[in-house]
């Protein structure tokens, strides 16, 4: 006797599983209910029809009811919300838009795929205006693009520095508006460390975008919001990205388990705790491998994989959890960024033992066209050397790497693994020691005591205390911007200079990027000098730190001019 299986839910959980048991199944009989107009569509892609990148939103949709019918014999329903799982009569009872009715549908198996819905804060005032919006589906991008493309709008806030809140901010500012990022913590993109955000940051200003930081949204009115800090921003449309809720309501109602999260609880086959009922995508929680506890991961890769093992273990196909570590990436103006496992601060909170390198070599070789820095930091576990996660951004292949070390805390990769991995080398690709094995040995010399470093972050307070700090880059680097109390000894110069260099007291060196001032470093330890320390990041590093931050508060500058070159 065939199957009847119902699938509540379209785009990458849902349709990725009806798609999957057709393939294991033509003789069941799936059904796929999805309560807006479109049953499978980019979500992802979204925010680039505001820039016109996706010039058609209807291009967006990435499959039709009919095609689903045609190709893989799967009755795709739209505009068809389930209301109500009755799970003493395995049915469900759906509300048909299209006719304002409702009726039943029986299931042998039922798969929820709901998603998140954007959270809409009841508490601030406007936030019902009409000319409010948030973006989870194609007909509100199409919404919010006719509103402000048909009013003329040109200035428009945009509440929230995560994916969705920076994807957008970014293309309506590619489309020619005055566009205002704000955020209620003190930087954008939370997955990446604040030394790693401030890179995000500068290229956001750099590009006209208003980044407002530490501040949060306390009043829209008509044609300005207004923060908590008390400023006023021209916005004749607002976007909401504060963030997304798992959709429960369906689950709770039908008495599932919900997880400590707040999300739908299900095993490690993403059964839920009806036997008959399985549960993919944003709406359920999720186990992190690195943390070791219930998370919540709202990203298209793993609800695909979801869908597939529950698809699966519905024919008996034994499923592997290896549990999540949140690997992501995003293109902003002329950067790519990516993302994966723990960086330091969740590592800290985390309570683990670790440390981190951050490293800025050439992400091919020099002399190679469209040759840029790549900035890459490392996370790993003291003492036993195991990585914990790395983030990198760049103009070039920043997604490559940050893959590599998702692979390797995939395996319970180590320092040792990652510098002897061997990875493919072509001059107008790479280099020949690769970024990801250059980090390694990095981590590896400071795990293992070789040499010391501080971090970019610690670098103000030392300026401020009037730390020795030296400065190795050659004379014409250092006199078109300096770190203000730095003394100028070249690399090149400095072994005929070994009285400049004080023996009594912590003596920091950086160059650049970190490299000539490490040479140093290793040199003076080799002769004798017993307490000098590196300058992770070094000058460029710096400079990128302090920038936003000395921009938006006023503060004094360390240096006597950036230099981002």
């Known amino acids: 006797m065939s199957k009847k299986i119902v699938v ?16 294991l199944d033509e003789n069941a009989e799936i059904i796929m209910l999805e309560r807006g107009p479109h049953v499978s569509f980019s979500n992802c892609s979204l925010p680039y029809h505001l820039s016109g990148i996706v010039e058609d939103h209807e291009s967006l949709v990435v499959t039709n009811p009919q095609t689903f019918e045609e190709r893989y014999k799967i009755e795709a329903r739209v505009q068809q919300e389930v209301v109500k799982i009755n799970r003493d009569k395995k049915t469900i009872t759906i509300k048909d838009a299209t006719t304002d009715s409702t009726y039943e549908e029986s299931y042998d198996k039922l798969i929820l795929s709901p998603g998140a819905s954007p959270i809409r804060p009841s508490n601030i005032e406007g936030i019902d205006n009409d000319h409010v919006f948030t973006v989870r589906n194609v007909e509100d991008i199409r919404q919010l693009n006719a509103y402000v493309k048909g009013k003329n709008i040109k200035d428009i806030a945009v ?8 994807e ?16 209620f913590a003190d930087q954008v993109m939370t997955s990446y460390d604040n030394d790693m955000a401030q890179i995000l940051h500068k290229e956001m200003v750099d590009h006209g975008l208003n980044l407002v930081t530490n501040d949060g949204l306390d009043v829209i009115g008509d044609g300005f919001v207004r923060t908590q800090s008390g400023k006023k921003i021209d916005a004749q449309a607002v976007v909401l990205a504060i963030g997304v809720r798992p959709e429960t309501t369906l689950a709770e109602d039908a008495g599932l388990e919900i997880g400590e999260t707040g999300s ?4 490690h086959n993403y059964l839920t705790s009806d036997r008959d009922i399985y549960a993919v995508g944003d709406a359920i929680e999720v186990y992190h491998r690195l943390l070791h506890k219930p998370t919540r991961l709202a990203l298209a ?14 024919y008996g196909i034994p499923n592997r959890n290896l549990g999540i570590i949140g690997s992501s990436s995003i293109h902003l103006f002329d950067l790519n960024a990516a993302s994966t496992g723990l960086n330091a601060r969740t590592a800290e909170l985390a309570g683990f033992s670790y440390d981190s390198v951050y490293i800025m070599p050439a992400d091919k070789v020099n002399l190679m066209p469209n040759s840029n820095v790549m900035h890459f930091k490392l996370v790993y576990e003291t003492p036993t050397g195991r990585i914990l ?36 080398y072509s001059p107008m690709l790479g280099t020949a020691k690769d970024v990801v094995n250059h980090a390694a040995l990095v981590a590896w010399n400071q795990l293992n005591g070789v040499y010391r470093e501080v971090k970019v972050t610690q670098v103000r307070a030392l300026v401020e205390n009037g730390a020795c700090i030296i400065d190795a880059r050659e004379k014409n680097e250092f006199n078109s911007g300096h770190l203000k109390n730095a003394k100028n000894i070249p690399l090149s110069e400095f072994r005929d200079r070994l009285d400049d260099i ?3 007291e912590p003596v920091y060196i950086h160059c650049r990027s970190g490299q000539r001032s490490y040479n140093m470093v290793m040199a003076l330890q080799n002769l004798g000098f017993t307490n000098v320390w590196n300058i992770s990041g070094s000058y460029l590093g710096i400079n990128l730190y302090e920038y936003y931050n000395d921009l938006v508060t006023g503060r004094e500058k360390i240096v006597t001019e950036y230099n981002f070159n």
């Not at 509440?159 to 920076?166: E, T």
């Not at 890769?301 to 519905?314: M, S, V």
């Open 159 to 166: 509440i929230g520095g995560g994916f969705i809140g920076v």
């Open 264 to 267: 739908i609880k299900v095993d």
């Open 301 to 314: 890769g793993p609800a695909q994989k979801q869908a597939r093992a529950a698809a699966d273990h519905i």
């Open 502 to 504: 004080p023996t009594d």
């Open 168 to 183: 957008v901010a970014e293309n309506l500012r590619l489309a020619g508006n005055h566009v205002s990022l704000i955020e």
């Open 8 to 23: 509540v839910g379209g785009v990458a959980g849902g349709a990725s599983a009806a798609a999957r048991i057709r393939r």
């Open 389 to 424: 996660g790395a983030q990198a951004i760049g103009k070039g292949n920043v997604d490559k790497r940050i893959d590599v070390i998702a692979t390797m805390i995939m395996m319970n990769g180590t320092l040792e693994d990652l510098k002897d991995v061997e990875l493919t």
